[in-house]
Each structure stands twice: as C-alpha cells, then as structure tokens.
C-alpha cells in the first residue's frame, strides 16, 4: 500500500506542476473610464443602503441612465489579436431597476460584426442594486447575486472565448446634480473575466479524488 500511496503521490505532484505550466483561459473584458456627468443616477430617497430607482427622464426609464464608458480593454483572450485597450469608446451603461437588468451598449470599430450599435453585454441581478445616497454624493452598494451574465455572442467570438463569463466587479459613483436624490456619474467601471476554471484546478481536483479513492480501495480490501 506504501508502494501505490507513493506512485500515486508522485503522479500527482508531476501533474501538479504539468498543471500550472499549461496556460489558463481567463479572458478578462473591462469598461472604465466614465465620462463624468455624461449619464443619471437616481435613488429613491437618502441613506446609506438605498435602493435604486427608474427616472422617467430617461428613455426608456432607467436607475442608470446613459454612463458613457470611454474605454474598453481585453486581456488574456485566446484571440491574441483582440487583446488591448480600446479608446475613445463610448459605451452606455443602463440599469433597469424594475427588471433588476444592466446592459453596456454601443459600436466597437475593428471588431468584426460590431460598427454597429449593438447590445455588448447583459447582466441580470436577484435583486435590486442599492446605494449610499448622501446630499452630495453617491456610492454603490455591494451587489446581490447575479442571476445571469450574458455577453453579445459576436464579441465573444472575436475573442474567441464563448465564455460562460461572470461578472468580478462593479463600481458607480455619482454627484449631485438636479432634482436630490439624482446624481451626475462620476467614476465607474465593470469588469467580466471567464467562469471557466483554469486547468491546474481541475488537475488538483482530479489528483485529489484519485488519491482518495486509492487509498479508500486499499484500506477495504484489507479489511476482507
């Protein structure tokens, strides 16, 4: 048994290190650089755990209306030619709080299929997104669960990473502007990286459980 523990621990640390040699897929897409004042947000009262709330001002009514993202950046994509940083962009950001959805709208000169204004991604939440709400300034609130991450399949064949992606972070921050609780945006950004796990984990994971179930094997047959 000492004999098989030993190959087996052996096997694992080889492919431990085969693991980590061998290249992640971790296709990260950003949006930053918000165009200060270019878009609303809007609270529905003061506080500090606020939720969000739709103003008819913007058409079609939103809580985030019109964010003017002004650069784009790609890294890690396995379509080496699309990594980069993409500026001047202007890119919506826009948050219905009814249907607790976000999306990031616009065109992207040089890729293919998108000069056009199109749907760049869609993000839907379990709940509303909420806010510190203060006289002069707002900040956003930690986000609930994520229910879906959806990103425009035409982008994502460009990077040649069909995903599923998940969204690692998201800030928002505003100044007063018109009627209180409005605010003028003021920074911003949005990152996605793909969900996939990288390949040294499932190599851990699978080494693992198989040096469980070596071990589980030689431990019944001795008791026979």
């Known amino acids: 048994m000492k004999k098989n ?3 087996m621990s052996t096997f694992f640390a080889v492919a431990l290190v085969v693991g980590f040699a061998i290249p992640a897929n971790a296709t990260t897409i950003s949006f930053s650089n918000v165009q200060t004042g270019s878009g609303d947000i809007t609270a529905t009262m003061f506080g500090s755990n606020v939720p969000l709330l739709n103003s008819l ?20 994509a396995p379509t080496a030619g699309a990594n980069g940083t993409y500026t ?48 002069s300034t707002f900040t956003l609130n930690a986000l ?29 921050t505003g100044q007063a502007g018109g009627a209180i609780p409005n605010y003028n945006s003021l920074t911003g950004t949005l990152v996605l990286t793909d969900a996939v796990p990288e390949p040294s984990t499932v190599l851990l994971t699978s080494m693992g459980l ?15």
């Open 57 to 76: 001002s913007c058409t079609p009514a939103a809580a985030i209306c019109d964010v003017d993202f002004k650069t784009f950046m790609i890294s890690g």
């Open 88 to 135: 001047p962009v202007f890119l919506a950001e826009n948050y219905d709080a009814t249907t607790k959805t976000l999306t990031v709208t616009g065109s992207l000169a040089g890729f293919s299929g998108l000069a056009a204004p199109t749907t760049l991604v869609t993000i839907v939440f379990s709940s509303n997104l909420t806010g510190n709400s203060g006289m």
């Open 144 to 172: 609930p669960s994520i229910t879906s991450v959806t990103v425009n399949s035409i982008l994502a064949a460009d990077l040649g990473d069909a995903g599923p992606y998940q969204l690692s972070s998201m800030t928002l």
């Open 210 to 224: 198989g040096l469980i179930a070596l071990a589980s094997r030689k431990r019944f047959s001795r008791t026979k």
């Open 5 to 7: 523990l030993c190959a």
